[in-house]
């Protein structure tokens, strides 16, 4: 609470003031006061005088958010170059001398100070009561390069970027309908962070709409930076392990979901574009399984499914079978397994924790540092973990193993916030395992399947179409049918106009007496 | 707030149901892998295990391997003696550190002399504790079960898994089918039994193992064991031919091997003037491997004679092992047991009480019907 006085009573001292709810007033020079005043100490913000004929005016940008280069050409020249004094007028002024696109006027003071932070750049002029708003965005971002979190042999290269326009584009590259909406809303007070909702009319349901607008319209933060601050303010189940929201770095992945009515929401400042509703088999699929062939990604997305079973309870049974249900493993295995455990001097329990406590020390070690490092750590852990551990007789050869299958298990799943609440899980169950053994296990599994199967996205079962059992989407779940047998969209969000493409398409050589037959 | 106080309270209830004080480390345990039971003194049990050891096993960290130069193999035997097995049992617990666990037992031998003696109370003890598997192998030992468990076959890590291999080889009957027919009405127990050998004359009293015979129980003593020539009727009877090689004489001093593919038994039951009488009809086709007297196969009238050949010797094979079970009242095959089966109210009313006299008198016909097929293949193509 005190915290929230705090926020407030900031923002009367920037935005509220008395002075910013001014309207701009005909003095020049009081408006520069005001203004200078506000961006006192702001040093990347330039008034730039000018005199346009023999009047006083003022151009206000920042710098390194604006394309000089346009501003010189078609804002400055112009204005300094234009003699006829009585004609500046503010129509006269955007109609004849400014030469740029995207042009407005503003006659409140704040609304100045808002749109030379959006990186617009503001035109005063003594005697108007009017702003010129002109659109001279550049500077220097990242470009449109190929998404790293997300890489596929086969599809497009490119992913979004830091600026919401582009990203925008990219995905209106791919919907050129004029049923894909692109709603726009500003959070954060410090950061007036510019959101972008993106639907398309007549697939998304409207009241999901709605209630997207309605959580978002909630947030009162002062600052958001990433698609995340998003994402938690507006999931369902703020306590679950488990993502409620998708998030990507590639534009065919949000068009392929906006067509089946889902609704994206990006975030300017961020590459990583959240789409909503999504279900818990979602984060096992990769955009690639629908470009290339079905056969294989059939195979994939049940390895996918069963290696995230693996990656989720290897530990916690190999811990129970081996301290609690020794007949359970083959003679010939278990003797190995004894024979290599002869000089290890910790319980299976604690030798198991070793283990997957220092295999993600040294993942999140990998991660962090530098690349070049990044490899030492790598050589590292698989000279000293891998092999010195074993031969010193810390840890056993199997659990070595057991640890590594797990790792690569969790490595297969494509979507990484999962892909770090399965690895998450595994510490439970391995301690239920070492506690009540394979009992326990099933437990906590249980436990786990009965939370996946409660938890909602935005009004949708996670767990659909699983449970509840949905025949017609299954053809998308766990398999991915061929698209010429994809004639519907997944029946739980697109209620009306379900049909995705016409019927038989199934490529097939025509038959005797059709158009196009060999005679 | 409420449901998570129930879910706490039923993690709660978890504890007291099991929890890691039952905890076992894999070294705190004695991995027995074969069990023998031998007739001790004065009416007692001597109980053998053997446990190999891990710590000579070779893991990566300890100790290395080794150890079976030193004449003693990579594993332990204790023997212990008791009135009844669990006695047994405890008297090898008390000088063992780490806790005897049966689960992995692969074969339970039982020595000669207590066979004679009688096995059903020694299953019974043996089956009845929770850690027993029924498929777990039975043996009958020529000799002490100890000895068979002392062999140290080269190519096993330890005569129990050699001798559990040799056996699902061979007859494969687990302790479950034994248990079984120990109590089918009409139908006798056959074992398979082991021997020492060994290749060496010096190694001959019991470096390898060898199990090619059977041992035949009359209720659950044991009766007799096989000759050769009988153990080959008992595994046509059993249809357990298949994959293994079979030789017959086609002239004198040459003989001709087939590997048999398929060996099927039916008996069919004739009942004159209210007696029982069967024809058992056994189906064996089979692939040449070994032709001695190079003969021509090809030629119709060769191949019915070797034919001949070999139909004759597996039906002396079969009623070889007939008549010495019938004679001793043995129903070696279950002729009973059809019986009981197909026409209950008979055997119960009127076969049931005398049909071990009835045995001995029981007729039966064999008829063997083989062909030998893929004669081609014999490698050699000199012919004459």
């Not at chain 2, 068979?148 to 040799?166: D, V």
Request: net charge neutral.
């Amino acid at each position: 609470m005190k915290k929230l006085k705090k926020l407030k009573s900031s923002k009367e001292k920037s935005l509220s003031s008395d002075e910013t709810h001014k309207e701009i007033q005909a003095d020049l020079k009081d408006n520069i006061e005001i203004l200078k005043e506000l961006f006192q100490d702001c040093t990347d913000v330039v008034f730039r005088p000018l005199i346009a004929g023999n009047v006083h005016a003022y151009l206000l940008f920042v710098d390194g958010f604006v394309d000089t280069k346009a501003i010189e050409l078609h804002g400055l020249k112009q204005l300094i170059e234009e003699n006829e004094v009585n004609r500046i007028t503010a129509d006269f002024l955007t109609e004849r001398v400014i030469s740029i696109s995207s042009v407005s006027e503003t006659i409140k003071l704040d609304d100045v100070v808002k749109n030379v932070l959006k990186a617009n750049t503001v035109l005063l002029v003594d005697g108007l009561t009017k702003a010129i708003i002109f659109d001279a965005k550049g500077g220097e971002r990242r470009g449109v390069s190929e998404p790293t979190t997300e890489s596929a042999v086969r599809g497009p290269r490119e992913g979004f970027t830091e600026i919401l326009r582009v990203n925008t584009a990219l995905v209106r590259h791919k919907i050129r309908s004029n049923r894909l909406k692109i709603l726009s809303k500003d959070v954060g007070e410090e950061t007036q962070t510019n959101l972008a909702i993106l639907y398309v009319e007549g697939l998304a349901p409207p009241e999901l709409v709605e209630e997207v607008l309605s959580r978002v319209e909630r947030i009162k933060i002062d600052g958001i930076l990433e698609s995340g601050y998003i994402e938690e303010f507006i999931e369902d189940s703020a306590w679950s392990m488990f993502p409620q929201i998708q998030n990507t770095e590639r534009p065919d992945t949000v068009a392929a979901n906006l067509l089946e009515g889902r609704i994206a929401i990006i975030v300017d400042g961020t590459p990583f574009v959240l789409i909503l509703p999504a279900t818990f088999w979602q984060f096992f699929q990769s955009s690639e399984d629908y470009y290339d062939r079905f056969h294989i990604f059939i195979f994939l997305r049940l390895l996918r499914i069963s290696f995230v079973f693996i990656a989720i309870t290897l530990p916690g049974i190999y811990v129970a079978v081996t301290t609690y249900h020794q007949e359970m493993i083959p003679t010939s295995l278990l003797l190995s397994i004894a024979a290599s455990r002869e000089a290890i001097p910790f319980p299976m329990f604690v030798e198991a924790l070793i283990m997957e406590l220092a295999f993600e020390a040294l993942r999140e070690a990998g991660i962090r540092l530098p690349q070049i490092v990044g490899q030492a750590v790598g050589i590292l852990g698989a000279l000293v973990i891998g092999q010195a551990a074993v031969e010193a007789g810390i840890v056993s050869a199997p659990t070595v193993i057991m640890i590594a299958l797990t790792g690569i298990a969790s490595f297969t799943i494509p979507r990484y916030n999962m892909s770090i609440s399965v690895r998450m899980l595994r510490f439970p169950l391995m301690i239920l395992g070492g506690m009540f053994g394979l009992f326990g296990v099933v437990l906590g599994f249980l436990i786990i399947l009965t939370h996946l199967c409660k938890l909602r996205s935005f009004g949708i079962p996670y767990f659909w179409p699983i449970a509840p059992m949905s025949f017609k989407a299954l053809k998308d779940t766990l398999i991915r049918v061929p698209w010429w047998a994809m004639n519907e969209r997944p029946n739980q969000l697109v209620k009306e106009d379900v049909i995705r493409q016409a019927d038989h398409l199934m490529p097939s050589p025509p038959k005797a007496g059709e158009e196009g037959s060999p005679s | 707030m409420k449901k998570a106080r129930i879910l706490l309270l039923i993690l709660f209830l978890l504890i007291p149901l099991t929890g890691c004080w039952d905890r076992t480390e894999i070294n705190d345990l004695a991995f027995v892998v074969g069990t023998g039971v031998d007739k001790g003194p004065k009416q007692q049990y001597r109980f053998s295990v053997q446990v190999p050891l891990p710590s000579s096993l070779g893991g990566t960290g300890s100790s290395g391997g080794g150890g079976g130069t030193s004449g003693e193999g990579p594993f332990l035997i204790a023997t212990g003696t008791g009135r009844n097995i669990r006695e047994g049992v405890e008297d090898i617990q008390a000088r063992l550190s780490r806790k005897l666990y049966f689960a992995h037992r692969r074969v339970l031998v039982i020595g000669e002399d207590q066979a004679k003696e009688g096995i059903r109370e020694i299953l019974n003890a043996v089956f009845t504790q929770p850690q027993s598997r029924l498929s777990t192998f039975l043996i009958v030992s020529k000799g002490e079960a100890v000895k068979m468990l002392k062999a140290q076959p080269r190519m096993e890590l330890s005569s129990a898994e050699a001798m559990r291999e040799m056996a699902k080889a061979g007859a494969n009957l687990t302790v479950m089918d034994v248990l079984q027919n120990l109590d089918r009405q009409g139908k006798s127990l056959i074992i398979p039994m082991v021997e020492p050998t060994g290749t060496l004359k010096k190694e001959r009293d019991g470096k390898e193992v060898l199990m090619g015979r059977f041992a035949v129980f009359k209720a659950d003593k044991l009766s007799f064991f096989t000759s050769k020539r009988e153990s080959h009727g008992i595994l046509w009877l059993l249809e357990r031919m298949k994959k293994k090689s079979y030789s017959f004489s086609v002239s004198k001093n040459k003989e001709m091997t087939v590997h048999i593919n398929e060996n099927s038994v039916h008996p069919n039951l004739k009942i004159v003037n209210g007696n029982p009488e069967f024809a058992v009809s056994v189906r064996v086709t089979g692939h040449l491997v070994e032709n001695e007297a190079n003969l021509r196969i090809e030629d119709p009238a060769t191949y019915n004679k070797i034919i001949e050949n070999m139909e004759e010797k597996i039906k002396n094979d079969i009623h070889s092992i007939l008549k010495r079970a019938h004679t001793q009242g043995i129903d070696i095959y279950g002729f009973g047991w059809f019986l009981f089966k197909r026409h209950h109210q008979k055997w119960e009313h009127e076969w049931k009480q005398n049909w071990k006299s009835m045995l001995p008198h029981l007729k039966v016909t064999v008829k063997v019907d083989a062909d030998i097929q893929r004669t081609t293949n014999t490698g050699n193509v000199e012919r004459n």
